[in-house]
């Protein structure tokens, strides 16, 4: 389970009889790194070119699984980042790949790739780490009563965001509000929580506030409404504090062995009267607007079970097909898939670093909550 959040555009909602939509997960901040392409991986920096018959369990069949979710990303790609002097091959490169890509049979799939790319594992003395992430559905309302008393918020109106480049300055950005001419910083999660909330201000009502804290956490979800229809919701914006893991602190303090999302849920479950403490222990707080289109990743393509990994682009540009060797925890079994590098996350951080999405849902839960495990990752890069 992976804290991230992304950016996210503001459609009108869509309604569906249906459960099995699944709901973006973005985050504008990092784009800023994206954007410039500072500290992305060179070269020199610790990358291994193998051989396609290094790669356990490759096939024509993992090949072809992937093709449409990167197709999906070919239309996406970075023109800025992709630049004649990157490692990752240029955007020109790219796009005669990506139209080939499109035009290639299925029977001829596997060999598209091995004539055209070579696999390079990154930092291949690093142990990484792979996580797991997943659309929630969770119960709510349009309007609020004794069943739904708490308020999931939109953005607000006052929130201000200040680009630090704007102003000569290097960092990410600022996140306020201004009072008497001056920018402060916004509220955190408590302050937020003691006021009460004007019924313009909020998205939706929801019966639960560790099912907002969990949507918060994921960054997006679906919403149950008491007459069965399903509504998307995603991430909107945060009131810039810092992301603090809420589970660690349990650990830290002896509460927790072992941390997941379920050890969490289970805890909170067990000490109803420390609830309010716990998650007020993250400041960070996410707003949400509707989502039209399901799972929306930060490359603002939709996300696709199993085969959408977040990464951290500093050191992987979004769009780049990916080959992830890991387990799953939830089950022991090995998770060797082709993937392509779609999403980002405040928790995912360095080169071998990476958060699997995994789809909407219980049966997505039980496999992300506890996902923790070390692996291997492979950029497969033009010839």
Known sequence: MTFAYHHFKHPAPRFSKSGTGSVLRFMPVLLTLLFSGCGLYTKASGQQ?????????????????ARPALVNSCQHLNRSVLTDKSPWGNYQQWQLLCKELQQTPDRQLKTFFEQNFTPVQISPQTKGLFTAYYSPVIPGSLAP??????????????????????FGLSGSGLVGRVEKGFLKPYGSRTEINQQTAKASDVLLWLSSPVDKFFLQVQGSGSVELPDGNIIHVGYAGNNGHNYVAIGRILKKKGELE???????????????????????????????????EGAITAQGVPATPTRTLAVDPAYIPLGLPLWLDTRLTATGEKFQQLM???????AIKGPVRGDIYMGVGKDAAFIAGPQQEPGKLYVLIPR
């Open 49 to 65: 070119p193998v051989k396609f018959s290094d790669l356990e369990g490759w096939s024509q069949k993992q090949a072809i699984a």
């Open 258 to 292: 072992e941390v997941s999302m379920q050890t969490i849920q289970s805890w909170l479950e067990d000490h109803p009267d420390q609830r309010d403490w716990l998650l007020n222990q993250n400041p960070r707080y996410i707003f949400f607007g509707f989502s039209e």
């Open 145 to 166: 009563s004794d069943d739904y008393p708490i308020p999931l918020l939109k953005l607000p109106h006052d929130l201000v965001k200040v680009r630090l480049a704007d």
């Open 340 to 346: 392509v590098a779609q999403d980002t996350g405040s």
